[in-house]
């Protein structure tokens, strides 16, 4: 849930009353911390002692959203949208037995940290049996010797049904894990000392987190050297995440190939506009953000030794057509037909969720100044994004997703096309047709359709899901992080109307969603417009972002004006005069 960074919104201060309400929970919830609630909520905040308590709302990459709870400034715990109150591994080290348990081996344990879901296979059986957990609680996972949970997640078997299931399928469905990037909004503290747990380990008298292990000759393994073991086995795991190994020329094609592969298909396909593309942008921002996390691109280590020679070697291939504009290596167009590009999955974890930004000086003016160090180069970009309704949520949940999972276009045809293979509905004669079953019948056929439809293309399935979804769109506006709203992307207002006769006026409204103060827009147009202008505050609300929503307005048709001035600026695209993010409309009678 958190390998990729959440987007957290600002924090706001928790009232007297809604801590209360929070310890309370907190109680209710995990009856085992007790009068220790007091501990990881303080009652009130002291200027020496600290105690903020804080709320920020989140979204994270798989589009699971909820609200993180911070005392000062560390995250201690999160609600998710069923009000469910989850612990951070910083609140589970404070009270080690506020949850359940199970033990792991350390490599294991590793694996959790690289995204995986505890297996039972994996688990170790205390010496005292299992505790009492049902399924779908909150549980911790912990190296055996180790108190300290290292991992959080949902049971997905109950302990009766442990004996049943002989040990095999999923135990935990992990949602956080030390080091991941939820633990990075904290201090980013390791577990506590080995001297510290060794205390806990001398008071528990019933050796409940204490593996006994049994060598051939029956002696027993020393609690001791178990804990030395976790403790090296974690440094380790830390040591090789770090580590990057050094490919081949080979792999490293290999490498560049999935790279180039992924852009295509998810960032370039989903941004059209971006065509044509000199070779040096399309490998910067695109290609290397796109490598499988983990992995380091150096076209100098491949067989190919140059961006412009690979590329090329790829429009041999048929991927995609280059032209060379002034000297540079340009991409024109993409084969998204082609069979390679069609039957390519994306890795789920890539290098970068943003395109790098280029570098700029400091002494820009306008809109790219003041929008918290706008780069110049930077564009405004919207993806479109879907989340299931009641009808679509089955067919969601068949493939692995839930209620509050959103996804791109992209990510919609890898859901029809793996739920079809998955299925086996592929027509025989005609591959690009999916027969309709009863979880497609209901997430895509209207009533009048359910008896008369029995197969689609996979296209109009596609199509037809999109437009049965939630909208959502992700806004990446530059200089500002990225944010997750509802509904579709709302344009900025441009009118050209009449005034008293034939005087003639261009106004403009709803710049403030997307970064750019009215009061300085209209400074740079009164300078670059050579005309009078005026702001004027709108009656109604405030933004999102409590920015108070006003109307420039400026003297004469300034069309072109204004949009080389956005495009400039505020990194609004244009492509003829167009842009989906400017909504222009001429009031006047035949005046341009």
């Given at each position: ?468 979804m939630d909208y959502y769109h992700e806004m990446k506006i530059p200089g500002q992080q990225e944010e997750i709203l509802r509904g579709k992307v709302k344009p900025m207002e441009v009118v050209v109307e009449q005034r008293q006769g034939r005087k003639t006026v261009t106004r403009i409204s709803g710049m403030e969603r997307y970064g750019i103060d009215a009061e300085e827009l209209a400074a740079m147009l009164r300078v670059k417009c050579a005309s009078s202008t005026s702001v004027t505050p709108l009656p109604g609300g405030k933004s999102a972002s409590s920015a108070k929503l006003c109307e420039v307005m400026v003297q004469g048709s300034k069309i072109k004006e204004l949009s080389a001035l956005l495009e400039k600026e505020a990194g609004i695209p244009f492509s003829g005069g167009k842009s989906r993010f400017v909504n222009i409309v001429q009031k006047t009678k035949g005046k341009k």
């Open positions: 849930m958190f390998r990729k960074p959440p987007h957290v919104k600002s924090q706001s201060p928790l009232r007297s009353s809604d801590r209360r309400k929070l310890r309370a929970d907190l109680q209710a919830s995990f009856p085992h911390v007790g009068s220790r609630a007091a501990d990881l909520i303080p009652v009130k905040e002291s200027k020496d002692a600290g105690g903020e308590v804080a709320t920020a709302k989140f979204v994270a990459h798989g589009g699971e959203q909820g609200i993180l709870y911070l005392v000062d400034g560390q995250p201690l715990f999160w609600r998710d949208l069923d009000s469910r109150l989850w612990p951070t591994v910083y609140a589970l080290w404070k009270v080690p037995d506020m949850v359940s348990t199970l033990i792991t081996h350390g490599p294991v344990m590793q694996k959790l940290f690289d995204g995986a879901d505890l297996m039972l296979p994996g688990v170790i059986t205390p010496q005292g049996g299992f505790p009492d957990f049902k399924y779908g609680e909150i549980m911790g996972v912990i190296v055996r010797g180790n108190p300290f949970p290292l991992a959080i997640g949902s049971a997905m078997v109950s302990k009766d049904n442990l004996q049943s299931s002989e040990m095999r399928g999923k135990g935990i469905r992990v949602a956080h894990t030390y080091g991941d990037t939820l633990w990075a909004l904290g201090d980013k503290s390791d577990p506590p000392a080995e001297a510290d747990y060794a205390e806990i380990a001398e008071s528990d008298a019933s050796g409940s987190w204490i593996e006994v292990e049994t060598d051939p000759s029956g002696a027993a393994t020393p609690a001791e050297s178990i804990v030395e073991d976790s403790q090296e086995l974690l440094q380790n795991v830390l040591a090789t995440q770090e580590a990057e190994p050094t490919l081949t020329p080979a792999e490293m094609d290999e490498l560049l190939e999935t790279s180039l592969l992924t852009a295509l298909k998810t960032r370039v396909y989903e941004d059209p506009k971006s065509l044509p593309m000199v070779s040096s942008l399309l490998f910067s921002n695109y290609i290397t953000p796109c490598r499988p996390r983990g992995t380091a691109l150096d076209v100098r280590h491949s067989s190919y030794k140059k961006v412009g020679k690979f590329l090329k070697a790829m429009e041999k291939r048929g991927w995609l057509k280059l032209k060379d504009r002034n000297g540079e290596l340009t991409l024109v167009s993409v084969n998204f037909s082609h069979p390679q590009i069609v039957g390519f999955v994306p890795p789920k974890k890539v290098a970068g969720d943003e395109k790098p930004k280029a570098e700029h000086t400091d002494n820009s003016t306008g809109p790219s100044a003041s929008n918290k160090g706008e780069k110049k180069g930077d564009v405004v970009s919207v993806t479109d994004l879907y989340r299931a309704k009641e009808k679509q949520l089955r067919l969601v949940q068949e493939m692995g997703g839930g209620k509050d999972s959103l996804f791109r276009n992209c990510d919609l045809h890898e859901l029809v096309n793996g739920y079809a293979k998955r299925e086996s509905l592929a027509n025989p004669q005609n591959p690009r047709l999916v027969k309709i079953d009863s979880i497609l019948c209901d997430a895509v056929l209207s009533k009048d359709e359910y008896n008369s439809v029995d197969f689609l293309p996979r296209d109009e399935i596609i199509k037809r899901l999109a437009e049965r």
